[in-house]
């Protein structure tokens, strides 16, 4: 089996910035892709950002040049560094790892269990 814990949501002004964090443990062999992605009250869960094993990413348009994701494969963590936070980025935030855990021929999919961000004045 493989967790996933996040860490660094909070409250915070619009124009602020904040960085998530999700570290796997576990029998991981490799994780790719890593992402994140975020639900706002009311709304359905959406995509934000992925990153591949080899730093290939992908964007939401609405947070390109805003966010940015990275990973640390030593750690089997990824993050989201998230500048000029705007009121619409509310949302519990979620990570999503695809790991190909040790002693297997396959990936499975994990979901972290979400941190909230709120930005707020």
């Known amino acids: 089996q493989v967790q996933l814990v996040e860490s660094g949501g909070g409250l915070v002004q619009p124009g602020g910035s904040l960085r998530l964090s999700c570290a796997a443990s576990?029998?991981?062999?490799?994780?790719?892709?890593m992402g994140w992605y975020r639900q706002a009250p009311g709304k359905e869960r959406e995509f934000v950002a992925t990153?591949?094993?080899?730093?290939?990413?992908n964007y939401a348009d609405s947070v390109k040049g805003r966010f940015t994701i990275s990973r640390d494969n030593a750690k089997n963590t990824v993050y989201l560094q998230m500048n000029s936070l705007k009121p619409e980025d509310t949302a519990v935030y979620y990570c999503?790892?695809?790991?190909?855990?040790?002693?297997?021929?396959?990936?499975?999919?994990?979901w972290g269990k979400g941190t909230l961000v709120t930005v707020s004045s």
């Open positions: 576990g029998s991981i062999f490799s994780i790719n892709p």
């Open positions: 990153i591949t094993r080899g730093g290939s990413t």
């Open positions: 999503n790892q695809n790991v190909h855990e040790t002693g297997t021929s396959y990936y499975r999919n994990y």
